[in-house]
């Protein structure tokens, strides 16, 4: 299994398409969020699957059960491999979107916290718990629930293995070929997040911006 899911960060649907294209075989998956989606909704992505690509659909869902369900109902035509909502929705809301996803491939993944969040961060919105014990109680949630896996930094990625077992997915954003000063807080190398547990490393500009580096990332974690 090739580990990294290259963030296509666009709105252009060529530049992603092109893209998609380039890293064909190279990467496991590619990730397209927010940004790409409110600039090219469905067909968009349906655009990039034609690249035969695995697509990572990282909109992170949140919202009242019944909304997130009408809406993963709408995006459940697609081909994707994962779509990712926030835990933090709530087991109703989980269970409903997991209702409709049932029969297809896509497997839904929760976010915990996000990367860019750091313990004052939760205490300002009256989180009591550090980062790490909110990212666990969320995840343990998650795989309670039946989902197929969460999104968390490295830096919790251990205990969330030794909470979860060995076949919940972990997917690892936050991570820096050469870390430095950016908008994420909990951020890891690919060394290091596979050596804590992740399955899968998010990384988006160092690959992007040439594609073979992600053979050299690739390289870089069997070695």
């Keep these: 299994m090739n580990p990294i899911i290259c963030a296509l ?21 590619v990730k397209l969020g927010l940004e790409f989606f409110a600039a090219q909704g469905l067909s968009g992505v349906q655009e990039v699957a034609k690249c035969n690509v695995p697509i990572f659909l990282d909109l992170k869902l949140h919202d009242i059960p019944n909304t997130v369900a009408k809406t ?3 995006i459940k035509v697609l081909n994707i491999e994962m779509l990712t909502l926030h835990i933090s929705g709530g087991t109703k809301m989980l269970e409903e979107a997991l209702s409709v996803v049932q029969g297809t491939k896509i497997k839904l993944i929760g976010v915990t916290v996000l990367t860019s969040m750091n313990n004052e961060d939760l205490n300002e919105l009256g989180v009591a718990r550090e980062v790490k014990s909110q990212v666990i109680l969320l995840a343990k949630l998650a795989k309670k629930i039946g989902l197929h896996g969460i999104v968390c930094s490295a830096l919790e990625a251990q205990e969330v293995r030794q909470e979860c077992g060995e076949d919940f997915k972990i997917i690892t954003p936050g991570i820096r070929i050469d870390p430095g000063h950016d908008d994420q807080k909990r951020t890891a190398t690919p060394r290091e997040a596979i050596n804590l547990g992740a399955d899968y490393i998010v ?4 690959i992007t911006k040439t594609a073979s580096s992600a053979e050299l990332i690739l390289k870089s974690l069997t070695n």
């Excluded at 960060?9 to 998956?29: E, F, H, P, Y």
């Excluded at 990384?203 to 160092?206: A, E």
């Design 72 to 74: 993963v109902e709408v």
């Design 9 to 29: 960060d666009t709105q252009d649907l060529n530049k992603a398409i092109s893209l998609a294209n380039a890293l064909r075989g190279k990467v496991g998956m």
């Design 203 to 206: 990384i988006g500009r160092p």
